[in-house]
């Protein structure tokens, strides 16, 4: 039985620096040789391949790159118009008169080489631009971009840390794709991917199962971008996760906070504990005044925006978070900062000196008790034990005015009103209340409940008394 149809490209010799592509075509054991018109330098030609070589470390440019791939599409589609022109004649047809049948598939492919594809159609010029966007690229463009978008339910550029956040995930993402040796190519992203990414995540560089989550969100929003632009076929990714376990939340109980603010400390004791007393106080105070007030640490930056009212004893002052007005009560403590700065209060200085500073404060001031929690490191759980001024941020301050107003009140909407938390779920889930705790806000309910059953009905029998005293009737004692 005579062999299939076969199509091969081979380069024709040549001593000038570039060689013609030629078409081997070998029908039922007859060859035949059909010039692409196309020339190529035999360092840039793939022999085993049979395509032009389109790779990163050639240095290639991207025109270079493009024409490249013009190329190899046009082969791509002389070997399919071969193979569906021969598909329906015959060996017989061979047999009776091969000069005829080889010179007509010849012509066939001559017109197709000459007039059948058009490199310049506008179809085909799309389809070879999307094959030069790779997901690097692509990826770098959407963070460019994050920088100069609006959110439309505040009217307000994407804040900086929004655009420093997808800046990480794109420098971990490039450095995922060198250790696990992938391709530069939308393709990777199939079923396989999230558990590649998650191993490079959580055992390869131990991060937390948060970061891992939070990797996988931002990736997730750059290919539905992707996806509106006919990059990627796949819809894996839709299934990823992007939500991990509760972190560990620590917060600080009145008395602690009372401890921070209470230091001063000499010289000797800043030297010993290898601090400076540059901004030291400032980032106290500061701390003492979110922890009070519920303020983000980028409030912060502007407590001088806000209108302070000492007679009134009251901050308004618009959240950077949110760009909503917040009026907050102001106590001793707030009013006694704000006349030590004369109504001028400091800035914060970079986050990570202040979250430096502060866990210095809070082990001067102490605050070393032991937390225990679980921790995923390499893929498994381990228990953790820290003394609680390790665990301590500048986020600390914002939960500690929460769980202690809320351990106060016992009521979650009026606390929400100054954190300003639109779910009462996301609000119980972001303060840091223990079981006991829960159970001590719960006895105070039961305890006001009885309060108001027993004076409704000490009411209900003074006026009783009252009643049988006006009928005359002669009352007992």
């Keep these: ?70 190329i190899n599409k046009l082969l791509d589609n002389i070997r399919l118009n071969f193979l569906d022109m021969v598909d329906g004649l015959e060996y017989s047809d061979l047999i009776s008169d091969k000069n005829s049948c080889v010179n007509s598939i010849k012509s066939r492919i001559e017109d197709f080489v000459n007039g059948g594809f058009n490199p310049l159609d506008p179809q085909i010029l799309m389809e070879i631009e999307r094959m030069e966007i790779t997901p690097t690229k692509f990826f770098k463009k959407c963070v460019e971009e994050k920088a100069n978008q609006w959110v439309k339910r505040t009217n307000t550029k994407v804040a900086k840390g929004t655009v420093v956040n997808n800046q990480s995930v794109l420098k971990r993402f490039i ?39 939070h990797s996988n969100s931002i990736l997730k929003t750059w290919l539905e971008q992707a996806e509106e632009v006919d990059l990627i076929k796949d819809h894996s990714y839709r299934k990823w996760q992007t939500k991990a376990a509760t972190p560990l939340k620590v917060y600080l109980t009145q008395e602690e906070l009372d401890k921070i603010y209470s230091l001063n400390p000499t010289d000797d004791e800043l030297a010993k504990a290898h601090l400076k007393s540059d901004n030291l106080m400032e980032t106290r105070d500061l701390f003492i005044i979110a922890a009070n007030t519920g303020l983000r640490y980028s409030d912060l930056t502007h407590l001088n925006d806000g209108i302070w009212n000492l007679d009134e004893r009251t901050l ?115 303060i840091c209340v223990t079981a006991k705790e829960a159970r001590m806000i719960m006895q105070k309910q039961y305890e006001k409940i009885e309060e108001y059953y027993m004076r409704k009905e000490k009411e209900e029998y003074l006026t009783t008394l009252e009643a049988l005293a006006l009928d005359g009737i002669e009352l007992p004692f």
């Design 1 to 70: 039985m005579p062999k299939k149809p076969t199509v091969h490209f081979i380069l024709k010799k040549s001593k000038s620096k570039e060689s013609l592509i030629m078409t081997r075509c070998r029908y039922y054991g007859t060859d035949i040789y059909v010039s692409t018109k196309e020339y190529i330098s035999l360092d840039k030609w793939d022999k085993k391949a049979e395509r032009c070589i389109v790779a990163e470390h050639l240095h290639q440019t991207d025109r270079e790159k493009r024409n490249h791939r013009r």
């Design 175 to 213: 450095e995922f794709m060198k250790w696990a040796n992938l391709p530069d190519s939308f393709a990777i992203f199939d079923k396989t991917f999230e558990n590649k990414f998650r191993e490079y995540h959580l055992i390869y560089k131990e991060y937390a199962p948060n970061t891992f989550a």
């Design 316 to 430: 308004k002052i618009f959240q950077q978070k949110t760009h909503q007005e917040v009026e907050l009560p102001l106590n001793k403590i707030l009013i006694e900062i704000y006349k030590k700065y004369e109504g001028k209060l400091p800035v914060p200085i970079v986050k990570s000196h202040y979250n430096n500073q502060i866990r210095a404060l809070a082990k001067m001031a102490d605050i070393n008790e032991i937390v225990s929690y679980q921790k995923t490191v390499g893929g498994g759980c381990v228990v953790v034990q820290q003394p609680k001024y390790e665990l301590i941020a500048s986020h600390t301050a914002r939960r500690s005015f929460a769980t202690n107003l809320y351990l106060a009140l016992g009521n979650a909407s009026i606390v929400m009103k100054f954190t300003g938390h639109k779910s009462e779920t996301t609000f119980m889930d972001y």
